[in-house]
């Protein structure tokens, strides 16, 4: 014998550590033999690891590291990497493509789920497809039981997981996080709470000093102030909203209004019942174009210019109406009176001639603009049961993209210049994505770059530097980062600081009794400015929201984007588009 004392074979599914000093001779030839058949099917294990004949591993992939152990009853499938010292402790789930540094511990019953199962309306759930982004976790790190993991999450060097957390989004080196969803406690290294400095700790400690417990009471603050903001827009002679007391009744104005109560209330603005909103909003829609033009002097609707050659009808401030006023009536419950008809009538012809003649080079924030136009009006026409544009025009639209986007920058327009930077590329992108690939459901093209120069452009002191940012230039950079994370985890630590940087300095913007101001007028003077109004205060609500979540702290907001900037896709994807357009054109 080569053990101290024979044991019976179960104990080594539940001590699988003691295996190599107390196993018999018999019990080593059955595991070498159960060895030998895995390494047959591919598997590669190291010297005295251990695998539980009473363990499930079903997998096309295996590598233990020296010294590693899979207990009985543990579950392992897919592709699963062990470094050495690692332990999957009994009934133990690991699934997926997995990949797990030296030193880590996984408690009893706790699930690593390393993919995702799709669940859109489409289909029967057991019919839907499967997607993987995979789980990292470094060195280092204990996961204590009943622990749930979820894809696309990567765990740093030395953390601790608290029993029964559900990890959600990754958790920097030397965490120790709790929860569910699980939330950083403190450094590992200290026994407070993190400091504001300490970079691998920021994004939701609960110390008071954390971005966690900053947001929370920002969040309570702005609630306990919104029923004074909306007064504050209202004006009650006329019974009509403006951005701010002085500033002109707009479209815009209530559509804000609506979505701060949303956001804020969880309900409609108080000035007017939900019915008489939607009905205000709805009357606004031109019938035979389908946009809704600004106000009259009169406050009702206004004139729409002529039509183009091509049937558009070029009026910027009604094109941005089709995105405010429809999710303004989502919102409340409603939808537009009528179809966008100058989407519903653009053939595919015209519609890519007009892609073909937009400003992309000079000004990509203006065709990136249109693009969200068109397609936020094709979503509303699918909405009324209407043909969202002639047959063709979103496959038409779609592939136009797909061959068009730069492989170099994941965006459409021209590159950084010494000038101009890359402020109409990335702010363009955005428009673009936000009217199509998001709010369709599809995958962007090639996020690994949207990373890349959303990053680039992000670190320009012209426009983020303390006291220079607006809230299009901010959103227009947390929302590409958030959106590529959703299929990267490229350079996520650097989205991760940025967007921790930005969301300090957002959060001191606010105004007690007035919210927040759009910020220091953009290029050209564009923008209402510093003063705080409706249009500052609903887009850096949402702009907090992107940048929390980048971070991790999203949840201690108590609010969620449903309008405009909403996160989630508008509708599923359309099964006529194509899932992934393929770029195979650089030719703007």
């Known amino acids: 014998m080569n053990s101290e004392s024979s044991v019976d074979d179960s104990y080594f599914d539940y001590c699988p550590w003691d295996f190599v000093r107390r196993a018999s001779d018999e019990q080593r030839a059955a ?4 060895q030998k058949r895995l390494a047959a099917g591919g598997a590669s294990l190291g010297p005295r ?30 592709e699963v990497t062990a470094g050495a010292d690692c332990t999957v402790n ?4 690991v699934r997926g493509l997995v990949t797990l540094g030296d030193g880590v511990r996984i408690g009893a019953h706790s699930s690593l789920l390393g993919f995702n199962h799709g669940f859109a309306p489409d289909r029967p759930v057991h019919r839907q497809p499967l997607a993987s982004k995979g789980i990292t976790v470094g060195d280092d790190v204990w996961i204590g039981s009943n622990v749930v993991v979820l894809d696309g999450v990567t765990i740093g060097d030395h953390c601790v997981v608290g029993a029964g957390a559900v990890v959600t989004k990754d958790l920097p080196p030397w965490t120790v996080a709790a929860g569910n969803p699980a939330r950083p406690l403190r450094d590992r290294r200290g026994q407070g709470p993190a400091s504001a400095g300490d970079t691998a700790t920021q994004g939701g400690p609960d110390g008071p000093d954390g971005l966690g417990d900053a947001v929370a009471r920002f969040a309570d603050r702005a609630r306990s102030q919104a029923a004074d903001l909306l007064v504050r827009g209202w004006n009650a002679d006329t019974g009509r909203y403006r951005d701010r007391p002085g500033a002109p009744e707009t479209v815009r104005a209530h559509c804000d209004a609506v979505e701060i109560a949303d956001l804020l209330l969880r309900s409609h603005p108080p000035q007017l019942a939900a019915a008489e909103h939607s009905e205000r909003l709805r009357a606004l829609q031109d019938p035979d174009s389908g946009l809704v033009p600004e106000l009259a002097s009169d406050g009702g609707p206004g004139v729409l210019p002529a039509p183009a050659s091509d049937g558009w009808i070029d009026d910027g401030t009604g ?12 919102l409340l419950g409603s939808r537009f009176a009528h179809p966008v008809h100058v989407v519903r009538r653009m053939t595919a012809d015209r519609l890519v001639a007009r892609l073909d003649s937009l400003p992309w080079r000079p000004r990509a924030w203006s065709a990136g603009a249109w693009v969200d136009c068109w397609a936020t009006g094709a979503h509303r026409n699918l909405e009324l049961g209407a043909e969202s544009g002639a047959p063709g025009t979103l496959e038409a639209l779609f592939g136009w993209l ?3 986007v ?6 459409w327009g021209e590159a950084a210049s010494p000038a101009a930077g890359r402020l109409q590329l990335v702010n363009g992108y ?16 090639y996020p690994e770059r949207v990373v890349d120069t959303a990053l680039a452009h992000g670190g320009d002191p012209r426009w983020f530097a303390a006291g220079r940012q607006n809230a299009c230039n901010v959103l227009d950079v947390a929302h590409p980062l958030w959106l590529a994370g959703q299929q990267t985890r490229h350079r996520a630590g650097e989205a991760r600081a940025w967007a921790e940087d930005q969301l300090a300095q957002a959060l001191e913007r606010w105004r007690d009794g007035a919210g927040f101001g759009f910020g220091p007028p ?7 400015g510093r003063d705080p109004g409706l249009q500052g205060t609903e887009m850096w609500l949402a702009i907090i929201w992107l940048l929390a979540d980048l971070v991790g702290v999203a949840d201690r907001l108590g609010y969620r984007p449903r309008g405009v900037h909403r996160p989630e896709a508008a509708r599923s994807p359309v099964s006529r588009i194509p899932a992934q357009p393929i770029p195979i054109d650089n030719s703007l």
């Open 319 to 330: 094109e941005y109406h089709v995105l405010s006023v429809g999710y303004a009536l989502d």
């Open 90 to 93: 009994p009934y133990a789930t």
């Open 406 to 411: 730069d492989p170099w920058t994941g965006m």
């Open 402 to 404: 797909g061959t068009r």
């Open 430 to 445: 955005y428009r673009l994505t936000r009217g199509s690939f998001a709010q369709f459901g599809l995958q962007v093209p």
């Open 31 to 34: 595991q070498a033999a159960l």
């Open 49 to 78: 690891t251990y695998v539980s004949p009473a363990a499930g591993v079903f997998t096309d992939a295996l590598r233990l590291g020296e010294n590693s152990y899979i207990a009985g009853h543990a579950y392992v499938t897919g």
């Open 522 to 528: 953009g290029e050209g003077g564009s923008g209402p």
